[in-house]
Structures are given as structure tokens and as C-alpha cells.
């Protein structure tokens, strides 16, 4: 598979595919650094806080960005097998190269999302500028898990279009017949276009998006629960309870559905809407704008401790103090790792990490995939996720598989990370064997208090979610990018 490297929106459409790459550019010492003033501090470098940095510099905002680990990503940062090994199951954990490969082959993501290679979730790379300092590559697969009448598990690939449609056992014929009529209905839907509004063969009824509700809208269609769950938590992925739905507007589901439809036209050979770049995005990511700050009159440091916030005579965020030393400044924003005080734990993630000789089984012997397990196909009131990838992706080394498998904690938190992981992503285990190594862990997800407005001048971001996907990053981003620039980010 290709490469990337596409300096604009524009090239990005229509340019050849070329390997792009990373050079880290020297940051100055921090006493240097401190005598300029920013418009913004980002307190960070994992995925929300350097795709923020990245946005705000290429906007005009000159940017600080201040990690107080030696390693770029923080505590996000992308490991090898023996770290992450030595972080789950303690520094005693010694692995064998024999049997996992060459260790320091594994670059591992803490918290591993792919994205839509379309809509907003392009534009944050590429707008943001770091697009064109990373290496991506298409995800070969996305698939969709359920549970056949007799029990046993079956994998689908998510459906994208007509061709799609008529080749899957997914469906039944009657069921077909009515998916290629949506199908058909989305791609021709244009919101500035009411004559499009117009749906049914014979009975014609306007659809009003704006004032039908998600659930409204795949009523209409007559969709059977499985074609539902294909719809929601395939192509819209949806991840909420599917009674949430009646709360969802149509015109928000339909626009997930052209999204990812959308993103199989925008590189030539997609065969599934997601990217990933090349070792993750825990430690290229910050790498790649590193650069896009030296190029717009900000800089990145690292190694960097953080002894507080600064706030002015009426409580506004002004500044930040690092060692006796202050550096003033428009805004902070703020990872929940430096403001523990402001922010509370929403809920737990549980992370099982796999390695595989094989491509896990079931999934149509990918080389990378994205799969989503819905909550209802597996007993549980939480989706589970699955991403995996191998050299491909320079994740793992040749003839090896790293997978990743989360979803919430919804039991109680009282055993071994493993044992939490094999009971809440019990519906995974099958697809995983046999395996050569499994490692798991627990996290905390924390989110600003809901209670507490944070003091003006002063953003903060919630820690990364279960999703292997890039929805609730986007929305957060999102958020924090418009409460300090005034105005929502604009597609190019």
C-alpha cells in the first residue's frame, strides 16, 4: 500500500501518492522561549492537544506547545512490546524475540484510532498541517460483528455501496432491496438541494432532516435490526444506546453515512474509509507538528515541568510557570494530566493488547482492519472495538499482528488487568487465538467536571475514549477550537 505526503486539500484530491516523512526541528531553551509572548500554551503533546497546536499555528495563532515528559506523546507516546509489556505487567516482564519478533519492531499506541479519510476529520490533518510531515496509509478492512441464530460469531465487512450490498451474506434478499434504496436516496442528497429531499419509488415523501429524528429516518426506511446496526454502527458509528437514537437528528446520521461513504473517493484503492499513519500516532503525530510550529513561530519542548498555571487580577489564564521561570500568554490549553484538580474520572477504559502470528481470525485475513463488536451482539450495554494492524502499518514486524481490543469497564475493577480484560472482551477472545502474547490494562478516562466552569482563558481536553475511532477526538478538538478562535473551523 501507499504512502502520503500532500501538502494541501487541493493536492490531496489530485496528487500523486508520495512517502512523506518527519524531520524534528531544534526548540530553543526554555529561558529563550519565556521572553516572547503566545497567543496560546497547549500543556501536552498527545492526540487532542498536538492536533489543537497544530490548528491554532496554521490559523495564525503563535503556539508553546510544553510536555513535561523527555518523550513526545506523553503518556500517549507509541512503545515497543517490552515498554508496553514493563508498563502492564511490571518491570519484571521480560518477553522472548524468539517467539514475538524482534521487540523494538512494535510501535504500539496507548489508545489507537484510525480516521475517516473524509469531512472534518480530514481537514483536522490537513488544515492542522500535519498531513504533509506524516507517512498514512490506507487501513485495509472495516467490519462489523454479530452473532448469527445459533450463536456463533460472524464478520462482516461494513457496507459501502451498491456492489457492496449485492455480494453480502449479511443481508437477506428482501433486506438488500431496501438497503440499496437508501443507498441510492444518500448518494444523491444534497443539503442545499431540496429537490433531493425526495424519497420512495411510488409513494414520494419529502424527508425533512432537520426535523426527523435518526430513528425517525430508519423507520422510513424499513430497515431490519441487523441492517440498523449495519447502518448506525458501521457506516455512522454510532456508539450510543440505540434507544439514544430518537434524540439524534437524521440530517447528523445521514451526514456520517456520506461521510464515510465519501472517504472511498478520495484516495484512489480504498478498500475501507480509515488511515492510519505509519507506527502510530502517539509519537508522529507531535513529531509532525513540531515542525508545523517551527514553521509558524511557535515551539515545541519537552522534558518541560510544569509548576502551574498563571492566572491575572481577575482570575483569566494567563501564563504558565516552569522551573521559577513564567511565560505569559493569550490562552492555555490543558491536557487532564495537568489539571487534576479540574478535572473528574468519567468512566474506565480496559485495554487488551494482542500479538498474533495471524490476521485475527474471522477477519477476512486482513492486514489491517477496524472492527466494531455492538454492544447488543455480545450481552453488554457498551460497544467493544478492535483495530489491528501488522508491518504494513509498522506496528509490529513481519508474520506478526499487534491488535488492540476496548471498550468500557462495566463490571467491577476488583482482579488483574487480564482477567478484567478476558471477562468484559469476552466477545474478542475467539478471535484472537491462538495467540502469543495477550498484555491488558485499566485506565481512567477524565473528563472537565460538568459542575465547574473553568476559569476564563483556560481549555480543557478529556482523555482519549475506547473507540478506535476518531469521532470523539474530532468533537473535542472541535470544541476547544472554537471556544478560542470564536468561530467553528471552516473545510477548505
Known sequence: MASWRVPTLAALLCAPAVVGGSTIPSAPSWQAAAESRYDVVVLGTGLKESLLSGLLASHGKRVLQLERSAQRGGDAASVDLQRLAERTSGPEE????ARLGKLSAYSIDAAPKAFVASGTQLQLFVQGGAWSHMDMK??????????KPDGTADVHRVLANAEDVLKTRFLKPMEKAKMLQLFVWVEKYDESNPATFVAGLTQKRTLKLK???AAGFLKYWDLSDEAKQMVCRGLALYSGPTAELKKMSALTLVRRIKRYKDAYKTFSHMTSPYVYPVGGFGTALPKAVAEV???NDGYQLLDRPIDRIVFDDS???????????????????????YVPDRVTESHKVVRLYAVLAHAPNLCKEATSCHLVIPAQECGRSNDIFLFAGGPTLGVAPKGKWLVVASTRLEGECDGEALALAKRELAAVLPLLKPAKKLLAEVVPCYAPKEDEQPPEGLHLCASCDETTHFDSVEEDVLRVYEAITGEPLKEA
Open 94 to 97: 521480560q518477553l522472548s524475540p
Open 315 to 337: 482570575g483569566a489564564a494567563c501564563g504558565v510557570e516552569s522551573e521559577g521561570v513564567e511565560v505569559k500568554c493569550g490562552c492555555v490549553v490543558a491536557a487532564p494530566e
Open 211 to 213: 426535523r426527523m429524528s
Open 138 to 147: 490506507r487501513v485495509q478492512r472495516s467490519l462489523l460483528y454479530r452473532k
Open 293 to 295: 510550529l517551527e514553521e
